[in-house]
């Protein structure tokens, strides 16, 4: 029953902006760390960003400065606003709920739940 749904992807020029949703079901976002994946055709997923349960949050450098993570508890939402975005950022966008023992870290991690992802095209 936990569930996670993205949306907001879609395709946007180079320096242009984009905000992700991930909606939860079946259980309370804020208890858990959550973080935004990626993945690309042929590429690894990387880890895009992550917010604790605590309200840290963290991002990888290729897109710290432009990419930040939020939450509406209120919505039970998580949201990945995306700025200046580059033809690399280009893949399907990925949340993910912490259900490892310490399921409010974003250091100790088991994202089990996953969303279903939203595509991101950056192009001109």
């Known amino acids: 029953q936990l569930q996670l749904v993205e949306s907001g992807g879609g395709l946007v020029q180079p320096g242009g902006s984009l905000r992700l949703s991930c909606a939860a079901s079946?259980?309370?976002?804020?208890?858990?760390?959550i973080g935004w994946f990626r993945q690309a055709p042929g590429k690894e997923r990387e880890r895009v960003s992550c917010?604790?349960?605590?309200?840290?949050?963290n991002y990888a450098d290729s897109v710290k400065g432009r990419f930040t993570i939020s939450r509406d508890n209120a919505l039970n939402t998580v949201y990945l606003q995306m700025n200046s975005l580059k033809p690399e950022d280009t893949a399907s966008y990925y949340c993910a709920a912490n259900g490892g023992p310490i399921r409010g870290s974003c250091l100790i991690t088991d994202f089990r739940s996953w969303g279903q992802g939203t595509q991101v095209i950056v192009s001109s």
């Open positions: 079946g259980f309370t976002l804020d208890n858990y760390a």
């Open positions: 917010t604790s349960s605590g309200g840290t949050t």
